[in-house]
């Protein structure tokens, strides 16, 4: 972990990035930029959460388990985002884990000290509490899109999602790191990926998928995907890189 904290510096983290003065002024003392490699863990299973994190590139997967090993992404966190949710409602732990899945930079805060701003400021708790909901809608779409849609519709929603936290067209996704995140075996995420590039949506290299036909991808995911993105925008207010449009 760097040394070095926010003062003077810009953020692209949507939320941070949107603070009043006087909010900013509560946590920049005890902000510290931080490199989020892959597979940096941010949040254990029902270990105490020390701190929470602000990406400003990359993202982290929240990853729901069971005791037989069984791991299924419920959400993503971007520069849209920040970890730590249950600081924010007051409690100190998750059943779910959160680690990175894309490598990028971010901010992070002892736990401590942003329960202790969040206790001073009611905007800033405010503020929070939309996310909390915002991303509780993006679970709870999850959940839906697992039930309800085909494997392809639910990796073209997946890369959908994992574009606007990038911004880039070529992705960094692994056909075994799909796996994890769909829930289904790697061959299925293989024919799912050529069902995609039949289409000429995507294409795919050596542990990335490069997306081709961004409309088409919405078209193909339909409304598994957009409902999630309409929340965060009309909860949060917040414009900015990260597409969730």
Known sequence: MAN????????????????????????????????????????????????????DTGFASVVATRANDKQV?????????????????????????????AKGEGHCIPSIELRIAV?????????LLKYVQAFGVQASQSALCFADTKLHQRLARWVLMAQDRLGTDELPLTHEFLSLMLGVRRAGVTEAVHALKREGLIDHGRGEIIVLNRKGLERRAGDSYGIAESEYRRLMGIDGAVTLN
């Open 73 to 101: 992404e419920v959400g993503l966190i971007g520069s849209e985002g920040m970890t730590g949710l249950p600081i924010i409602l007051g409690n100190h732990r998750s059943p779910n884990a959160t680690y990175i899945q």
């Open 4 to 55: 070095n904290n926010t003062n003077n510096k810009t953020t692209d983290n949507k939320i941070l990035a949107s603070l009043s003065s006087d909010d900013r002024a509560l946590l920049e003392p005890h902000l510290k930029s931080v490199s989020l490699p892959v597979r940096k863990y941010l949040e254990k299973p029902n270990r105490r959460i020390d701190a929470v994190y602000f990406p």
């Open 119 to 127: 206790l001073a400021s009611p905007s800033l708790q405010a503020l």
